[in-house]
């Protein structure tokens, strides 16, 4: 078997799945792939340049929303990049841990550029535009985090907090409407917060 960096990558997220990153490490993938552990440091020099390269792959299989259509409003595009960049954390165990600490692909200027002249042309000055792009990803991965930090889900989780908040009609109230509505709820809710805050700051004259 020709070992290279794709099949590496592609085994080591199958490993992500069953282990997760904690347990993940290149002595189990060396392992797995039935070489020695050197073998992999022909290809990734540390367990982060390889964590970079899963979080390429896992946002090259999934986040499939990262320009704006044609006749796509820049809050339907933000709100819709964001879905799909948290639909394609989400699809991987501990997917927003690897994501964090990651930089910004080199290669990915020329489309972070276009991104930023398409909300200026919106009336966004580009300093908001960058802020605004920076702003709703950590908000996703710190969403992703959050909800991943549940795995596994285990049965009666939560039926403690609720019982003792039932005394507190307000914080009740909410906890019932959060129950109902789950993860996915309250992160649309957040983008709806964020988009109407770059909106007001977009209206505020000077």
């Given at each position: 078997?020709?070992?290279?960096?794709?099949?590496?990558?592609?085994?080591?997220?199958?490993?992500?799945?069953?282990?997760?990153?904690?347990?993940?490490?290149?002595?189990?993938?060396?392992?797995?792939?039935?070489?020695?552990?050197?073998?992999?440091?022909?290809?990734?020099?540390?367990?982060?340049?390889?964590?970079?390269?899963?979080?390429?792959?896992?946002?090259?299989?999934?986040?499939?929303?990262?320009?704006?259509?044609?006749?796509?409003?820049?809050?339907?595009?933000?709100?819709?990049?964001?879905?799909?960049?948290?639909?394609?954390?989400?699809?991987?165990?501990?997917?927003?841990?690897?994501?964090?600490?990651?930089?910004?692909?080199?290669?990915?200027?020329?489309?972070?550029?276009?991104?930023?002249?398409?909300?200026?042309?919106?009336?966004?000055?580009?300093?908001?535009?960058?802020?605004?792009?920076?702003?709703?990803?950590?908000?996703?991965?710190?969403?992703?985090?959050?909800e991943q930090a549940e795995y596994?889900?285990?049965?009666?989780?939560?039926?403690?907090?609720?019982?003792?908040?039932?005394?507190?009609?307000?914080?009740?109230?909410?906890?019932?409407?959060?129950?109902?509505?789950?993860?996915?709820?309250?992160?649309?809710?957040?983008?709806?917060?964020?988009?109407?805050?770059?909106?007001?700051g977009i209206a505020e004259p000077?």
């Amino acid at each position: 078997m020709k070992l290279d960096k794709a099949l590496i990558v592609a085994l080591a997220l199958e490993l992500l799945n069953e282990v997760g990153i904690d347990a993940l490490s290149t002595r189990l993938l060396a392992q797995r792939l039935k070489v020695q552990q050197p073998a992999l440091y022909w290809h990734f020099r540390n367990k982060r340049a390889l964590l970079d390269a899963m979080n390429e792959e896992i946002l090259r299989r999934g986040h499939d929303h990262r320009a704006p259509l044609p006749g796509e409003s820049w809050q339907e595009f933000v709100r819709n990049n964001a879905r799909s960049f948290r639909g394609a954390l989400i699809a991987y165990r501990d997917g927003a841990r690897v994501h964090a600490g990651t930089e910004a692909d080199p290669g990915d200027l020329e489309h972070v550029e276009r991104l930023l002249n398409f909300l200026r042309e919106a009336g966004m000055p580009s300093v908001m535009a960058m802020r605004l792009l920076m702003i709703v990803g950590r908000y996703t991965v710190g969403c992703v985090l959050e909800e991943q930090a549940e795995y596994p889900a285990g049965p009666g989780r939560g039926a403690a907090l609720d019982a003792k908040a039932s005394g507190y009609p307000l914080l009740s109230q909410a906890l019932a409407d959060y129950r109902a509505g789950g993860h996915e709820a309250l992160f649309e809710s957040g983008l709806d917060l964020l988009i109407a805050g770059a909106q007001a700051g977009i209206a505020e004259p000077g």
